[in-house]
Structure formats: C-alpha cells, structure tokens
C-alpha cells in the first residue's frame, strides 16, 4: 500500500476558498500524519490563512497560480484563457507525477473538461463519468452518471457501469456489487432506444446485472450501483438535494408551531441528527471522476472544511485502492478479447 500520498487541493476553486479549503487541509492532515498536501492558488493569500493556525504543518507545500477560474466562467475558455488558474497548475502537477490525485470544489464542468483534455482518458473509456453516493434503506447506492455528459449512447453506460463496479468494490469493499439500469419500467422491453439496448449489453456484460430498476427503487438500496445518463442522473442528484432542504424546513415549520412542538423537537433531535447525517454530503465529501489518467474528486461548490477533509480522505482511498489501474486493466483485458474474437 502506498506511503506518504500527495494530494494536490485547488485551493481557489470552491465559493468559500481559499479558507475553507485550507482549514479542511488541516482536518485532513491531522487524520492522517503521513499525507502531504498541496495547496495551489495564490501564495500570499494561502499563507496568511495558513498563519491562523497555530500549528505548523511541515507537510503542507504552497504552488502559486495567479489566475482562477469562477462558477460563471466556460470550461472550455477558461482551458484556453486561464492557463495559470489553480485548477489548471493542479492538474498539470497530476501530470507530471508530483501528486497522486487532486481534489477541487471549483466549477464541475471545467474539472471535468481540464481533466479530459489535461490527462487524456484511460485508453478504452469512450467517456469518463462522475458518480455519487446515495443513502438508501440498507447501504449506500452510488449513481452513475451525474452529469458528466448529458448524451450517452448504450456503450457508454456500459462504461459506466463497469467503472462503477471497480470503484465500488474496491473503495467499499463490497464484492462483486450489484448493477441497476435506471428505467420507466422493470421489464427488458421498456424504456426508450438507449434503455432498452444498454439492457442487453450489461446482460452479455459479465456484471453483475440485476435487470432494471425504477425511479421508487433508486432509495430502497436493492442495488449498489445505479446507471443513467448524466441528465438523468442530475436530475435525480439535484432532486434528492431539495428532499433534504425540505425535511429541514418541515422540522423546522413544526418546532415553531408550538412550544410543546419545541419541546418534542428537542427531545427527538439526537435520533434526527443521526439520520440526517446520512443525507449529510459533507460526510462523503466528494464524487470521484473516473476514466480519466489521474485521481481526481469533486466537490460541492459550497464545500465546508469537513467536506474537503473527506475529499481529500476519499482521494487517498482511491489511490491507496489503485482504482485507476485496476480500471486501465480492465478496459485492457476487454480490448484483448474483442481483438480474439
């Protein structure tokens, strides 16, 4: 198992950075003495920052970049115009072997196209993909796509799926996970052109592949990964955000209504704190991109220090787990057999 793991933070990227990115630096440091982290972004700033802590921490490497790149900004013109931006220098360290992985809660969309166009993909992955984790009435599910492309065609599900599968059961530890296909039914005969196709490639795929599943079951936790395309898959995300907005107002409309209420609310609030966590993202941190050459997680653009901790916790995982290689093998052997085919 790997030693000593370098993980790189894009210390600009996020809507609170660089402070909360460096106090979950800190966080992460202090859970794991023999990680070394680089913060990248403007010195100055991340040393003043660095100066409120009273600790001194020997593991920790500033990396200048003059330049960032903002929520509003185009993935795409920001590769061209921001060549200096922190996620760019990041990404370009990957690169050159000076990190294992990288974590930012920067704009989604311009780390997963610098990460493409940066890294390049693994040799085989038509498109990478962004997942993330579920809680459901057993263990977590994690969902695949999340928005990473918005347009898939059946091969890249599939993809999807077995990259899923990999990250899965390596990082989670549960083997041989089982594979949903996200549908408006369960028989093999429903869905549109791109459901009904994927479900006869996962079936031939030599997954683990349950059949479909329903929009009801994604939360039931039958499954352990679920596979869409990525405009479903968002939706589902973005959706699930706003249950959980909505819970906390309901709890909170109820305790206002009454002081007895009050009284019932602070007694139960030990138990709703404990499920609730469940829906917390900051207890996952972020969502990792696979298929692409390098360890990379991303994060919520409102990510607190706890957040980026378990980022950079999960980046470590990843590597430690040699994700990414147990991916390239796969894609490889698959390849392999095609060709003898």
Sequence with gaps: MKKGIRVAVDAMGGDFAPGNEIEGAVLALNSNSSLKI??????????????????????????????????????????????????????????????????????????LTH??????????????????????????????????????????????????????????????????????GEEDSKGNDLTIETNGLLKSSGLNFIGNIEGRDVLKGDVDIIVCDGFVGNVILKFAEGVLDLLKAKFKEFASTSVLNKI??????????????????????????????????????????????????RAVNVVQNEVNLKIKNAFSLNKQNKENQ
């Design 38 to 111: 680089v913060l990248v972004g403007n010195k100055s700033e991340i040393e003043s920052k660095l100066r409120t802590f009273n600790n001194s921490y020997t593991n920790i490497e500033i990396v200048n970049s003059t330049e960032v790149i903002t929520m509003n900004d185009s993935p795409t013109e920001a590769f061209k115009s921001k060549p200096d931006s922190s996620l760019n220098v990041s990404l370009e360290l990957m690169k050159r072997n000076e990190v294992d992985a990288i974590v930012s809660a920067g704009n989604t969309g311009a780390v």
């Design 115 to 184: 990460s493409v166009l940066k890294l390049g993909r693994i040799n085989g992955v038509g498109r990478p993909t962004i997942g993330s984790l579920f809680p459901t009435q057993r263990r977590m599910t994690m969902v695949f796509d999340i928005g990473a492309s918005v347009d898939c065609k059946p091969v890249h599900l599939v993809e999807y799926a077995k990259m899923g599968s990999i990250f899965f059961e390596h990082v989670f530890k549960i083997p041989n996970p089982k594979i949903g296909l996200l549908n408006v």
């Design 264 to 313: 019932r609310m602070g007694m139960a609030y030990g138990t709703l704190k404990n499920i609730m966590k469940d829906f917390d993202y900051q207890e996952y941190g972020g969502v990792p991109l696979l298929g692409v050459n390098g360890v990379v997680i991303i994060g919520h653009g409102k990510s607190s220090p706890l957040a980026l901790k378990n980022m950079i916790i």
